[in-house]
């Protein structure tokens, strides 16, 4: 059994905080407290990353993936992730930045 508690303070940076409580299902003993901001970070940049792979990635000619520019809005905790996982599992002719 898992259960993930966040906070959202937008005006905060970085914004999201919280944490990951996992119990063994069988006896209910508390087995380890994790960072929610890490697993949150990964876990939303993979799932963007299937999303984008099954509605566009899969459906792209080859001219299109080879002049394909990823561009990241917001360089926080999800533009870093995003960035990180999208030029890992991707080739993109170009990548983009905005901070502001
Ligand atoms: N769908 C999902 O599952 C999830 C969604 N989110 C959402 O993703 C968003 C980002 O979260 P997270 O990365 O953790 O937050 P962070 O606080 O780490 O990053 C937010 C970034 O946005 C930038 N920013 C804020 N306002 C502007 C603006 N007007 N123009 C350009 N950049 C701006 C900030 O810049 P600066 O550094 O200058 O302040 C900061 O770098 C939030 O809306 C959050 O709710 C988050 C987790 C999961
Ligand atoms: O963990 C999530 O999922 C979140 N979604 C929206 C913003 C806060 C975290």
Redesign the pocket.
Same mark, same amino acid.
Not at 12 to 16: E, G, N, T
Not at 73 to 81: E, S, T
């Given at each position: 059994m898992c259960v993930k508690t966040?906070t959202?303070f937008?005006e905060?940076?970085?914004?999201?905080d919280g944490a990951v409580s996992l119990f063994n299902s069988n006896n209910g003993r508390l087995l380890l407290i994790a960072d929610a901001?890490e697993i949150? *970070?990964r876990?939303?940049a993979t799932?963007s990353f299937l999303a984008t792979q099954l509605l566009a990635f899969k459906k792209w000619k080859n001219e299109q993936k080879e002049n394909a520019i990823l561009t990241i809005?917001?360089?926080?905790?999800?533009?870093? *992730?995003h960035l990180d996982v999208f030029t890992q599992l991707f080739k993109w002719n170009k990548v983009k930045k905005?901070?502001?």
């Open positions: 966040i959202s937008p905060s940076s970085p914004a999201i901001k949150t *970070a876990r939303t799932a809005l917001g360089c926080g905790v999800q533009g870093r *992730a905005k901070k502001r």
